[in-house]
Every structure is written in structure tokens, then in C-alpha cells.
């Protein structure tokens, strides 16, 4: 016999002193509370899936790059950033030379694009380099010996 009463939130038996349970009562009762479990856990709506912990627990990602003074340099990220900031190490992001400019720090983004001489594609983060100035600026996330501090944002 099912209970008199029922609890508030699942609707499970709950038994008076007069109430005569049953296997199948139980039985009931465990397919329900299985269920709701089975709901909670796999609910995406409100728990974090394998991406957004690691983005959570480790944000941010930093490392350093040794330039090789090739005109392009492409390096693979261990994942598909949001954003990511190059600086040239011990250099303010602009340097002027005479009448140009060398660029020496930017950001850069899959969806916005970024600063001259950096783009992002998926987990590669492409650094350009040129002696030159070309439209009184010249970017300088390349140059051989040079090291660059590289932030990744998940």
C-alpha cells in the first residue's frame, strides 16, 4: 500500500504508523530518486562542462617565445584562446624610430582580429616581423633573439 503521505519536493512515501509498506512502494521510490539524479548530473544548464572547468581553474596561460627574425612565426597554443597579449620583453608596446613606429606589444582575438603583425586562428597564434616600416610602423613580434611574453586567455 502506498503511503498516506508524500514528501514535499520528489513525492516519495512517506509512511504513517498505520501505513503498510510494499516492495513496489520502494521500488517506486528508487526509480524516482535514480531519475532525479540521473537529471541533475546531466544537466549542462547547470554544471560546468570539461572546457569551462579548465578555463575556471586555469584561466590563463603564460609563456615566453624566443624570436627567430623569420618574417612570420606561427605557434600552435595548446588551445583555441579568447584573447591573447604578445609583449616583447623589456620594451614598451610602441617604440618610436624617427618617423615610424615599431609595434612591440598587442592583443589579438579569433573574433575581432588584433593588433598589426598578430592573428589568431583556432590555436595558432601567428607573429609577423619586419626590418622595415611600411605606413610608418613596423611590427617587431618576431625578431631574431628577442624574447616575448605571450598571455592566452581561455
Not at 11 to 37: C, Q
Not at 113 to 135: D, H, W
Request: glycine share 8%; net charge positive.
Amino acid at each position: 500500500m502506498a503511503s498516506t503521505n508524500k514528501t514535499t519536493n520528489l513525492k516519495l512515501n512517506s509512511w504513517i504508523g498505520t501505513d503498510h509498506p510494499t516492495r513496489t512502494d520502494f521500488v517506486y521510490d528508487n526509480n524516482i530518486i535514480d531519475s532525479a539524479i540521473a537529471n541533475h548530473t546531466n544537466s549542462t544548464a547547470i554544471h560546468l562542462t570539461s572546457e569551462e572547468k579548465q578555463r575556471v581553474s586555469s584561466p590563463i596561460v603564460i609563456r615566453q617565445y624566443l624570436g627567430t627574425g623569420t618574417q612570420t612565426a606561427t605557434i600552435e597554443l595548446d588551445f583555441a584562446p579568447k584573447l591573447v597579449i604578445v609583449q616583447k620583453k623589456n620594451y614598451p608596446p610602441v617604440v618610436i624610430e624617427g618617423s615610424n613606429v615599431a609595434v612591440n606589444g598587442g592583443v589579438v582575438s579569433p573574433s575581432y582580429g588584433g593588433t598589426e603583425g598578430l592573428s589568431l586562428t583556432s590555436k595558432n597564434l601567428s607573429l609577423s616581423y619586419s626590418s622595415s616600416a611600411s605606413g610608418g610602423r613596423r611590427a617587431n613580434f618576431n625578431e631574431n633573439g628577442a624574447q616575448y611574453l605571450i598571455i592566452s586567455f581561455r
